[in-house]
């Protein structure tokens, strides 16, 4: 896929958030208001440049998403025995999540999303107490090895997203 209109920094979160599946997402506690951080696998939606979760009613995270719905993700690039650990690239993502209605046109574009990154997902889309929860990026800060840093817009995140 070439996406020649990003320049090179917006190429290489592209190509981290293409290449990596999971990230941990930090949420609010519903109970006490403390970070609580867990490890989501994610989907791009390239249609609606939102990240896609399929989580369960049961998971502390998604009654934390309901009532505060403002989140922050870290994805990471994979760690090598042979390259320092601060070169690691990375990007914690600022987002605001939602759960389209189910059957909506954003909800079934999320379920696609998914399933496209996760196909044998599939029966577990068919459970009622799962559901897909989108991530609608609002800003991130972007560590692209040691001394390479930069807060990117939400106007260039949508780009990454959806090229």
């Given at each position: 896929m070439s996406?020649?209109?990003?320049?090179?920094?917006?190429?290489a979160l592209h190509a981290l958030l293409h290449a990596r599946r999971h990230a941990a997402l930090g949420?609010?506690?519903?109970?006490?208001?403390?970070?609580?951080?867990s490890m989501v696998p994610y989907a791009i939606d390239t249609a609606t440049q939102r990240l896609v979760l399929h989580v369960s009613g049961l998971a502390a995270?998604?009654?934390?998403?309901?009532?505060?719905?403002?989140v922050s993700?870290?994805?990471t690039a994979a760690d090598a025995d042979d390259a320092p650990v601060h070169d690691l690239p990375r990007v914690t993502l600022q987002a605001?999540?939602?759960?389209?209605a189910p059957d909506s046109p954003t909800w079934a574009s999320a379920r696609a999303a998914y399933l496209a990154r996760f196909p044998s997902a599939e029966p577990m889309t068919e459970l009622p107490?799962?559901?897909?929860?989108?991530?609608?990026?609002?800003?991130?800060?972007?560590?692209?090895?040691?001394?390479?840093?930069?807060?990117?817009?939400?106007?260039?995140?949508?780009q990454v997203l959806a090229a």
């Open positions: 996406t020649p209109h990003l320049p090179r920094l917006g190429l949420t609010l506690d519903a109970q006490g208001g403390g970070a609580f951080v995270h998604t009654a934390n998403m309901a009532a505060a719905p403002r993700l870290l994805v605001l999540a939602s759960t389209p107490d799962f559901r897909f929860v989108t991530l609608q990026l609002i800003g991130a800060r972007q560590v692209a090895g040691f001394g390479t840093a930069r807060t990117v817009t939400p106007e260039e995140l949508a």
